[in-house]
């Protein structure tokens, strides 16, 4: 499948695109070759996000701990390397660190260090993904009025479950990245996607009148 092509930054909408940016950011799949999607993106959308990436690379990291391959790569290849390298990135991680109180099966109560997720990293990231995959399969820029909700998921969702399984399914990086979605035929800014990443880290994103919803 060719990528559409695009003048206009696919990303803002507004900015002459030049230079490509992938989606989902390249540094998530460390190590994996396979299919990158790629879309046409200005250098201020592009050059100003890796910060954005690489902080969100290690919470990614830490989450989906070491399961599969692909993600043993993103640790030891990406996250661990600049988790050594930038001490701001370490101060942002250990500044999020809390004690929890857990219930431990023996109904003792004890105490373990967690981490508060970042929700507006997500946010800013997981929008231009799905802007970016918007446009690799419509070929229109999905307008910058249109909002779009990121919603992190706990667990794995039921990907056999008939609303799921209805969506239109994609794989990128060996199978590292996975994404399902569905557009709203009668308007097609109205969008739901599903994004699977290291097949244990899940999110939704929904555009449209569906993000005002839960906005
Ligand atoms: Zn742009």
Known sequence: MQPPKSEICVICGSNPAT???????????????????????????????????????????????????????????????????????????????????????????????AFLVPVALYQRVFERVTRGLFFWHTGSILPRDTSVNIQLLVGTPDLDSPDLKSLE????????????????????????????????HWLYATTGVLADEVL
């Not at 993600?71 to 990406?78: I, Y």
């Not at 399902?180 to 097949?199: A, M, Y």
Request: aromatic share 12%; glycine share 8%; charged share 20%.
């Open 169 to 200: 399914a994609y794989t990128v990086a060996e199978g590292a990245f996975e994404y399902r979605f569905s557009i709203d035929p009668e308007n097609k800014c109205n969008t739901v996607w599903l994004f699977g990443v290291h097949q244990a």
């Open 19 to 113: 230079t490509y940016e992938h989606v989902p950011p390249r540094g998530f799949f460390k190590g994996l070759s396979g299919q990158f999607r790629t879309v046409p993106a200005c250098s201020s959308c592009n050059n100003g996000v890796s910060k954005d990436d690489e902080e969100l690379r290690l919470y990614i990291s830490t989450q989906v701990g070491k399961q599969t391959e692909g993600a043993k790569f993103l640790w030891e290849k990406g996250a661990h390397k600049s988790v050594l390298r930038s001490t701001q990135l370490r101060s942002n991680f250990m500044s999020t660190l809390c004690e929890v109180p857990v219930v431990l099966p023996s109904g003792e109560v004890a105490s373990r260090l």
